[in-house]
């Protein structure tokens, strides 16, 4: 039990921590502007719930785990703007 929470917790915290690494570029984020300028790619809460919810489930961890991802990746971005 303690195990999949452990990993749960590792694996939001990744890629959290990836997609606020993407936000945080310049280059990525001129690109994201330019290009993918629609949800969810121009969200951090939005993009990382959604990579979280397709990678968990080849990963073996609940979806719903994709919401504390999210909210872990919104915190992140907000440490990183102040």
Known sequence: MIDQVLDAAFWSVVIAATVVGVY???????????????????????????????????????????????FVANEMFKQFLK
């Open 24 to 70: 945080v570029f310049d280059y990525t984020q001129q690109l994201i502007e330019t290009w993918l300028n629609f949800k969810p790619f121009n969200c951090v809460y939005c993009m990382t719930f959604w990579v979280s919810a397709i990678a968990f489930p080849f990963i073996g961890i609940n979806i719903f785990v994709a919401f504390f991802s999210a």
